[in-house]
């Protein structure tokens, strides 16, 4: 059984860091681009970044640009975000997914962060 | 960055209803790359139509979708309890990868 469980999230304050962390099984992680994707309250569903199989490309919307990092440990089975200088509008549920294509097949539980003073 | 408008924003039906959900794009989609997802509260999207038209594995067949090019269509043959949602639209064809709005199916 596919599983993608995220972790990491939490509340921070403007302008603060946090690294999110989804953990992949059932599946062999290196032979997938992962992606993340998140939904502020009350809101609808923004890609965020994705990373192909061996490292070699990401890409990020552009609200993100410059300050949220992708990467993955295929051996460790692990797909990371990075977050740094966080605002209040990153406030969301960020979620990993992953597809064959540019859609979205699985998805873990998501994790909240929280951005606030 | 290709917008995705989806109408209309909340749909009210009794069960045994047939919904159907509007997906249009601000531009042409190749190669009908088109996904719908379903969304309950508290929930990760659900993947149920890919390529327009192909249902995900396990999505029961009232589901359906059509369309091509800038208008496209989810179609719920008759609702169950369970179908009460939020259905999001998204275009995969063109960097970024965008999503609609979403339409909330309610319980008339």
């Known amino acids: 059984e596919v599983q993608l469980v995220e972790s990491g999230g939490g509340l921070v304050q403007p302008g603060g860091s946090l690294r999110l962390s989804c953990a992949a099984s059932?599946?062999?992680?290196?032979?997938?681009?992962m992606h993340w994707v998140r939904q502020a309250p009350g809101k609808g569903l923004v890609w965020v970044s994705h990373?192909?199989?061996?490292?070699?490309?990401?890409t990020y919307a552009d609200s993100v640009k410059g300050r949220f990092t992708i990467s993955r440990d295929n051996a460790k089975n692990t797909v990371y975000l990075q977050m740094n200088s966080l605002r209040v509008e990153d406030t969301a549920v960020y979620y990993c997914?992953?597809?064959?294509?540019?859609?979205?097949?699985?998805w873990g539980q998501g994790t909240q962060v929280t951005v606030s003073s | 960055e290709i917008v995705l408008t989806q109408s209309p924003g909340t749909l009210s039906l009794s069960p045994g209803d047939r919904a159907t959900l509007s997906c249009r794009a601000s531009?042409?989609?190749?190669?009908?790359?088109l996904a719908w997802y379903q969304q309950k509260p508290g929930q990760a999207p659900r993947l149920l139509i890919y390529?327009?038209?192909s249902r995900a594995t396990g999505i029961p067949d009232r589901f359906s979708g059509s369309g091509s090019g800038t208008d496209f269509t989810l179609t719920i043959s008759g609702l169950e309890p369970e179908d009460y949602a939020v259905y999001y639209c998204?275009?995969?064809?063109?960097?970024?990868?965008?999503f609609g709005g979403g339409t909330k199916v309610e319980i008339k």
């Open positions: 990373i192909n199989r061996d490292e070699s490309s990401a």
């Open positions: 059932g599946f062999t992680l290196s032979t997938y681009w």
């Open positions: 997914t992953r597809g064959p294509g540019g859609y979205y097949y699985d």
């Open positions: 998204q275009q995969y064809g063109s960097s970024p990868v965008t």
């Open positions: 531009q042409s989609l190749s190669s009908s790359s």
């Open positions: 390529g327009a038209s």
